[in-house]
């Protein structure tokens, strides 16, 4: 069982930066390859982007791509999302979760710990 605890969510304008942090903690963290997803108000949680074990590959959907960088430090436990160019349309929850079950990496029944989830909220 892995805990993973989201952090650096808040509020700013359109155009703007956050990066996003996932902590993790409890079994060993590097082996597992991570992704982040969010979930918009009235809307279905979808996947946002994804990295493998040694950080070699990377995954995004569409809708981030180029836009946002998924990266990790796993000597700290550590992953990250930074959101450059944000639109309004990036509001959501964001949440970090570990890669279990096989999958594709853009399916949420891939992923096996999640987290409680941080508040971005974009202004136009």
């Known amino acids: 069982q892995v805990q993973l605890v989201e952090s650096g969510g808040g509020l700013v304008q359109a155009g703007g930066s956050l990066r996003l942090s996932c902590t993790a903690s409890?079994?060993?963290?590097?082996?597992?390859?991570m992704g982040w997803f969010r979930q918009g108000r009235g809307k279905e949680r979808e996947f946002v982007a994804a990295i493998t074990w040694l950080g070699g590959a990377t995954y995004y959907s569409d809708s981030v791509k180029g836009r946002f960088t998924i990266s990790r430090d796993n000597t700290k436990n550590t992953f990250f999302l930074q959101m450059n160019s944000l639109k309004p349309e990036d509001t959501a929850v964001y949440y970090c979760?570990?890669?279990?079950?096989?999958?594709?990496?853009?399916?949420?029944?891939?992923?096996?710990?999640w987290g409680q989830g941080t508040q971005v909220t974009v202004s136009s």
């Open positions: 979760a570990t890669k279990g079950p096989p999958g594709p990496y853009s399916s949420q029944s891939a992923y096996s710990d």
């Open positions: 409890g079994q060993t963290y590097g082996s597992y390859e």
